[in-house]
């Protein structure tokens, strides 16, 4: 399967445009078409379909898709194994949103600095979505939060998925509550019945569903996406949330809330086993690893 029609293929489903998918590759459009018509040939089915002058995936360019993107990533490392002194080519990190905007600025701009060549792709997701992703290929590695937040069983469970883990920071996860709300010692204590979090598969949902116990299941969750719509629920009185406190730190106005602390939860690099390229390396040297746990093996 050639491996230039990969890349059009994954250009053009992303664009949905064979216009805009030539100016991005530098190609003429004709080449683009009949790559593409070349691919479906090969394969015997039509990856796209065509109304007109909008063009969307079929069902088979759907599932294929997938398989596109892993074919070009394995590729992309077999090339990197290659020169493993040199980091180089290109590097796809997942990392939940808290971590992207309070964890990865500092690191990720001296990994720059130090290898510019390299290529980072950062995509923002909950952990569960992601620890699949990097078990399928999607991702190279992806900075998570264990479910239930890094106890010893989900470590096993990540070698039992054939990944590797290593814990890299250490979160201080923060109970918001609504201003005027009573003081809160346990679940029982609150008085609002709604909970702001992101979308299922988030570890810290799952980390404050399990803190409020079976009260949990009296809980109305406003799913939203971002820490900001968090605060501005919780700030309106109509709902608690949980939030990392490197996090509320980067607010410079925190609005007038109640905050209590009830856990510390690590954040966890993780990634598939064999994995090691000479990019991935030098990124786990600017991530300085914590002390404990020890390192999945």
């Not at 759907?62 to 090339?79: H, K, Q, S, V």
């Not at 991702?139 to 070698?159: F, I, N, Q, T, Y």
């Not at 406003?222 to 501005?232: D, F, I, P, R």
């Amino acid at each position: 399967m050639d491996h230039a029609n990969l890349v059009i293929f994954r250009t053009v489903a992303a664009e949905l445009s064979i216009t805009r998918a030539a100016k991005r590759l530098g190609r003429v459009q004709s080449n683009v078409t009949t790559r593409i018509q070349q691919l479906e040939e090969e394969l015997g089915v039509a990856l796209f379909r065509r109304d007109g002058n909008r063009l969307s995936l079929s069902p088979e360019g759907e599932r294929f898709l997938g398989y596109a993107d892993r074919m070009l990533a394995l590729a992309e490392e077999a090339r990197q194994m290659l020169h493993p002194q040199t980091p180089a080519g290109e590097l796809r990190i997942g990392t939940m949103e808290s971590t992207a905007a309070s964890r990865l600025p500092t690191p990720l701009a001296r990994f720059h600095r130090q290898w510019p060549q390299v290529k980072l792709k950062i995509s923002t997701a909950p952990s569960r979505p992601m620890i699949e992703q990097v078990h399928s290929g999607l991702l190279d590695c992806a900075l998570v939060a264990l479910p239930p937040c890094g106890d010893m069983a989900s470590v096993a469970d990540l070698e039992a998925m054939g990944l590797r883990g290593e814990p890299v920071f250490r979160e201080e996860m923060l109970l918001l509550v609504p201003p005027g709300h009573p003081p809160v010692h346990k679940a029982e204590d609150i008085v609002v019945r709604s909970l702001a979090a992101f979308a299922q598969g988030c570890s810290y949902r799952a980390l404050v569903e399990s803190w409020l116990g079976s009260d949990a299941l009296s809980f109305d969750a406003q799913e939203v996406g971002s820490y900001h719509s968090m605060l501005a629920c919780v700030a309106s009185g109509t709902s608690i949330c949980l939030i990392p406190r490197s996090v509320l730190e980067l607010l410079h106005e925190v609005p007038d809330i109640q905050v209590y602390p009830v856990a510390e939860v690590q954040t966890w690099l993780v990634w598939r086993h064999g994995y090691d390229t000479a990019a991935f390396s030098a990124l786990r040297e600017v991530l300085t690893p914590l002390p404990q746990p020890e390192a999945v093996a």
